[in-house]
């Protein structure tokens, strides 16, 4: 069953991305939290995070991490907070929120307006600053 997450990475759907290799993908996220809130997907359609293999699994949390350290360096936070539901989209995904508290990882709360122009600033940035590094 093919996901809109399926559909992201095939370009019928477009995306703010972050970050991209061979089997995963990063974009921020449009019912994001606060700004820069991102989403980490593997590039395989598997529903549910521990259906991934081990060596599946980890190479999205590495990949994650280093996205998490772009996030960091150009959002003004506290951390880069780390969440896994698996509910809204049957796609395996990790949520990457900057925090400063952890009520912000609230996911019950009202969600940003998205900017498109923001989000479309902010996304070159963190992908131009992943490619370099």
Avoid: W
């Avoid at 959002?75 to 925090?99: D, N, R, T």
């Avoid at 923001?118 to 992943?130: G, I, Q, R």
């Amino acid at each position: 069953m093919s996901t809109i997450f399926s559909k992201i990475i095939s370009g019928q759907i477009p995306c703010y991305k972050v970050a991209e290799n061979e089997d995963y993908l990063a974009f921020l996220d449009i019912n994001a939290l606060t700004i820069g809130h991102t989403l980490v997907i593997p590039k395989k359609e598997t529903d549910y995070i521990f259906d991934l293999t081990d060596e599946e699994l980890s190479g999205l949390v590495l990949f994650a991490k280093k996205v998490a350290r772009v996030l960091k360096k150009h959002i003004a936070c506290q951390k880069i907070g780390v969440s896994v539901i698996g509910l809204e989209v049957a796609h395996a995904h990790i949520h990457l929120v900057p925090i400063n508290h952890v009520a912000d990882l609230n996911f019950a709360v009202p969600r940003i307006p998205v900017d498109k122009q923001k989000f479309e600033t902010l996304s070159k940035l963190l992908a131009d600053d992943f490619e370099m590094n």
